[in-house]
């Protein structure tokens, strides 16, 4: 029995074009129907909602699900308790804005997914890939006035590891709690104090080390990358996944299409972020730099037929609001993509990361999660980037939103 009928613009998610007038029936969880509307009969009675535009659920690849930015001010908001508290709030934020699904880098993920699970979180899906492994020093080492197993025992984003034992160690860990994939930092980055953006982090037998563990738990990782050698290590020893890719090469490109590896964009914080006035100058050089890079890795992923998915990188701050998640999508078409192409990304695209057949897509048999939109995003894909402009979301059947 169909349960709700929506009509609108179809954006499908594989498709190169739209179905003007397009169709999707939802029966349980389920999608019954999605095409153009004459092709199906509406049964007497059943609720109907009309919309500009109809796409799947947004996936965002890159989400660090930390809370910190409505923890409070007690204690300074340092207690993980109410940054988890937080994070709980945040997440109903991002579905507003029409994420249906995330993939988070962070201790908070395995405790939201879980509620999200129990149907006692008002949420997206979230895949929990828990703390960032790096090395001392390295991109996730902020406070270099610790110890580094202090550092360790009291932050709840990041761990960092040194030597073969110690990163297999930190693996078994985050899979311990319930992580989905592992998330490691190959590279230096822009907002660490100890290191450079081009610095490579991890010896290769260490690397090797961490995805030969990843995938005994069948399972892989995705590497934090803004230089390109570090870069062309972590896909040596076999990652699956390049966070940012700022400065690849073509060395890197080849090879990531030879592996059939993804590349996350976090394109809306590198080319917005340089056009900050107010950052410190040795802050300024780096971004600039980083802005500039990026468009030309996509412009070579984008030529070589490289799998592109839709990350933020957000951390719902001043500038990262959770509300303007889907600014993504126009930062994508900023560097260079078409807004189809954006729109995979952050669908189809994005769904492979999450190894889910069930979801970023409209078509019959997948889970119903539907993004209803005022607008035509293949004309202003803006229209996307702002919770307002969502009129209602889907997941899996049930409309929360």
Sequence with gaps: MIDIVLKGRLIDGVSDKAIENGLVAIE???????GEASSFLVPEGTVVLTADT??????????????????GDFADGVLFGDQLM???????????????????????????????????????????????????????????????EAYNASDHNTRMCDGV????????????????????????????????????????????????????HHNYVAA????????????????????????????????????????????????????????????????EFVA???????????????RI?????????ERTSYAKNGREFAAMTEAGMTPMEAIKAGTSNAAHLLMSDEVGVLAKGKLADVVLANGNPLEDITCIGDKESIVAVFLGGKRVK
């Excluded at 349980?28 to 999605?34: L, P, W």
């Excluded at 090469?249 to 056009?275: C, F, H, P, S, Y």
């Excluded at 500039?292 to 490289?306: L, P, Q, S, V």
């Excluded at 998915?309 to 701050?317: K, P, Q, S, Y």
Aim: hydrophobic share 40%; charged share 25%.
């Design 28 to 34: 349980g969880e389920r999608i019954a129907y999605a």
């Design 54 to 71: 109809l796409l799947p659920g947004f996936i965002d690849c890159h989400a660090h699900l930390s809370g910190e930015e409505n923890a």
């Design 86 to 148: 937080g994070a709980a709030y945040q997440v109903g934020i991002l579905l507003d804005a029409g994420f249906t699904g995330i993939r988070d880098m962070s201790e908070a993920g395995f405790y939201l997914s879980r509620a999200q699970q129990r149907g006692i979180l008002r949420s997206p899906r979230i895949m929990p890939g828990g703390k960032v492994l790096s090395i001392t020093s390295g991109h996730v080492d902020m406070r270099p006035d610790m110890t580094k």
């Design 165 to 216: 034992d110690d990163c297999v160690l930190a693996v078994r860990e985050q899979f311990r709690m319930g992580a989905q994939f592992i998330k490691i930092c190959a590279t230096g980055g822009v907002s660490s104090p100890t290191d450079r953006i081009d610095d490579v982090q991890f010896s290769p037998e260490e690397l090797r080390a961490i995805v030969q563990e990843a995938k005994r």
């Design 224 to 287: 934090h990358c803004t230089g390109n050698e570090g870069a062309y290590q972590a896909l040596l020893a076999g990652v699956e996944c390049i966070e940012h890719g700022v400065m690849l090469t073509q060395r890197e490109i080849d090879l990531m299409a030879e592996m059939d590896a993804t590349l996350v964009t976090t394109l809306a914080i590198a080319l917005g972020v340089a056009k900050i006035p107010t950052l410190p100058d040795w802050m300024k050089k780096k971004v």
């Design 292 to 306: 500039e890079c990026n468009k030309k890795t996509i412009e070579m992923a984008r030529k070589a037929g490289i």
């Design 309 to 317: 998915a839709l990350g933020t990188d957000f951390g719902n701050g």
